[in-house]
Every structure is written in C-alpha cells, then in structure tokens.
T-cell receptor, first 110, second 112 residues
Framework: SQKIEQNSEALNIQEGKTATLTCNYT??????LQWYRQDPGRGPVFLLL?????KEKRKERLKVTFDTTLKQSLFHITASQPADSATYLC?????????FGAGTRLTVKP | NAGVTQTPKFRILKIGQSMTLQCTQD?????MYWYRQDPGMGLKLIYY???????DKGEVPNGYNVSRSTTEDFPLRLELAAPSQTSVYFC???????????FGQGTRLTVV
C-alpha cells in the first residue's frame, strides 16, 4: 500500500540555523509533491509545490528538492526564526487525489 | 473573497446520530477534498471530487458519504456516528489536481 513518511515527529533547532525536513514515500508515483505549514487549531497553508520533472524549487528562505529515484523530498528553511515554529506536512498527488504525511513539528528556539 | 468555508466549527454528536458537515468555496475550483485529522496525526483523505457530479473514495471512506451537485458545495454526511469518528475535519479545494490547495478552518467533531 502507499506510504508517506516524514522523518521525525519533532525537530528542535536554534534560531538562525537551517531546518531540514524529510518526506519519503513508497508504492507511489506522484505527479507532484507539496509542502504545507499548519499552526495549532488552523488548517494547513500551502508553501511550495514541486513537480515530478523538477529537481529543486526555492521561495525566499524555503527550498524543496524532489528525488524520484530515491522517492524522497527534502524541505529546507534557512536562517530559521521562532516564527517558523509550526507543523510541516508533505503531500503527494497524482492529478486526482492528494495524500499527506503525518507531519514534522518544528520548534525554533531563540 | 471568503475562500473555503466550513460549518459548523464545533459539534457534539451522540452515538448513532447523523449530521452533515458543510463545505463551500467561492474560487470556482474543480477539485474538492475532505480530510480528517486525529490528534497529533496527519490528514487522512476521506473523499474527493474532481468536478460537479464526480466523487471518489480516499483512504478512509467507511462511515461517510459525499455529494457534489454544484461546483461550490461538497457536503460530507455521517449517517451513524461512532466514537471513532471523533476528529477534526478539513475541507479543501484546488483549481486542478496539480495546484495548491486551500483549506477551510476545520470542524471539530466529538461523538459521545
């Protein structure tokens, strides 16, 4: 069956460092991969989308890579700030449905 | 521009009762989704729709039903509520299958 795994439940880093979150998948050939941010009590908010034929995408302090051979995406937040503290979810889609990993809770300490 | 609107925000149901969670979007999006999120977990896809009149099952459809008679609305029906359906339910929409999704604020449902 399809499986989407995010590397850890929680990640704690110091302000100013780079946070790296991992999303691995099996038994899936997604057309795209997305990353979302979710704050407590709120719905997810879209951050970045990368398609299967793209290797890397950037947006301000965010960078996402997509390796369809390794079946893995890495999500980086550079120069992290306490305001970046949230749960980050990866989502995979195949032009029809969209399925999520369990998320990684990131805490950036001042 | 309201985006995706879900009602109600909170609801307590007794075992065996039924209810409909409402979801409407004003962005003329073709795709709509229903997810449930249990505490500390990710989102599980219940049902989705790629356009009016078309619906399909997701990962956890048992105990739920949906309809999509218009582009704007995608209600989720619980027929016989069970404690296992206690969760936060999110509705989302997107223009196509490969574009960003917009989420509602969620409905927190408790079945007792």
């Amino acid at each position: 069956s399809q499986k989407i795994e995010q590397n850890s439940e929680a990640l704690n880093i110091q302000e100013g460092k780079t946070a790296t979150l991992t999303c691995n998948y099996t038994n899936y050939s997604p057309a795209y991969l997305q990353w979302y941010r979710q704050d407590p009590g709120r719905g997810p908010v879209f951050l970045l989308l990368i398609r299967e034929n793209e290797k890397e995408k950037r947006k301000e302090r965010l960078k996402v890579t997509f390796d369809t051979t390794l079946k893995q995406s890495l999500f980086h937040i550079t120069a992290s700030q306490p305001a970046d503290s949230a749960t980050y979810l990866c989502a995979l889609g195949d032009n029809n449905d969209m399925r999520f990993g369990a998320g990684t809770r990131l805490t950036v300490k001042p | 521009n309201a985006g995706v609107t879900q009602t109600p925000k909170f609801r307590i149901l007794k075992i065996g009762q039924s209810m409909t969670l409402q979801c409407t979007q004003d962005m003329n999006h073709n795709y709509m989704y229903w997810y449930r999120q249990d505490p500390g977990m990710g989102l599980k896809l219940i049902y989705y729709s790629v356009g009016a009149g078309i619906t399909d099952k997701g990962e956890v459809p048992n105990g739920y039903n949906v309809s999509r008679s218009t582009t704007e609305d995608f209600p989720l029906r619980l027929e016989l509520a069970a404690p296992s359906q206690t969760s936060v339910y999110f509705c989302a929409s997107s223009y196509s299958g490969v574009t960003e999704a917009f989420f509602g604020q969620g409905t927190r449902l408790t079945v007792v």
